[in-house]
T-cell receptor
Framework: NAGVTQTPKFRILKIGQSMTLQCTQD?????MYWYRQDPGMGLKLIYY???????DKGEVPNGYNVSRSTTEDFPLRLELAAPSQTSVYFC????FGGGSYNEQFFGPGTRLTVL | GQQVMQIPQYQHVQEGEDFTTYCNSS?????IQWYKQRPGGHPVFLIQ?????EVKKQKRLTFQFGEAKKNSSLHITATQTTDVGTYFC?????????FGAGTILRVKS
């Protein structure tokens, strides 16, 4: 049981390039989330999904896109990378969304630098 | 919208001293969760509190949920160097969690 896995671990992009951050979970969780964490700061929700085929915006969705074609995978797409997107990106999943017992399991993160 | 405030932002303690971080919500919460993030690592779930006035302990860590279910605290007794990291509280909002900004704990040995 690998939990939540993310690839790549590190990436350097040039301004204007695009990339996809991969996230996979093997816990059969319906709920998946993408966060970004700037140095010394808290977690900001980018997008989330309550099940395959359903996605919704978080508090900082601009410049990103997501898709959820399967329960296991929740890729995050960056189009036209900008220096402001330099951050650590965490994917998380949970069995329940709201209410009790909705603890989130986080992946190890992707450290992205845009130059 | 719902906000979760956490204080202090940063605390530097001598090894063996106690540490407390506080979490306050602008709305009543159905539950509150605490996470720990080691330097360079990812957030890891510690505990969830559900009942009004609930107190739970994990070894040297004591978690409390306020009577009004709008505030919570995490207290560490006799800190050790292994306690360093950022501690986040989080409350549910719909299908999401709202995280506090976190308290960074540094321990001097």
């Amino acid at each position: 049981n690998a939990g939540v896995t993310q690839t790549p671990k590190f990436r350097i992009l040039k301004i204007g390039q695009s990339m996809t951050l991969q996230c996979t979970q093997d816990m059969n969780h319906n709920y998946m989330y993408w966060y970004r964490q700037d140095p010394g700061m808290g977690l900001k929700l980018i997008y989330y999904s309550v099940g395959a085929g359903i996605t919704d915006k978080g508090e900082v969705p601009n410049g990103y896109n997501v898709s959820r074609s399967t329960t296991e995978d929740f890729p995050l797409r960056l189009e036209l990378a900008a220096p402001s997107q330099t951050s650590v990106y965490f994917c998380a999943s949970s069995y329940f969304g709201g209410g009790s017992y909705n603890e989130q399991f986080f992946g190890p993160g992707t450290r992205l630098t845009v130059l | 919208g719902q906000q979760v405030m956490q204080i202090p932002q940063y605390q530097h303690v001598q090894e063996g001293e106690d540490f407390t971080t506080y979490c306050n919500s602008s709305t009543t919460l159905s539950n509150i969760q605490w996470y720990k993030q080691r330097p360079g690592g990812h957030p890891v779930f510690l505990i969830q509190l559900v009942k009004s006035g609930e107190v739970k302990k994990q070894k040297r860590l004591t978690f409390q949920f306020g009577e009004a279910k709008k505030n919570s605290s995490l207290h560490i007794t006799a800190t050790q160097t292994t306690d360093v990291g950022t501690y986040f509280c989080a409350g549910p909002r719909g299908n999401k969690l709202v995280f506090g900004a976190g308290t960074i704990l540094r321990v001097k040995s």
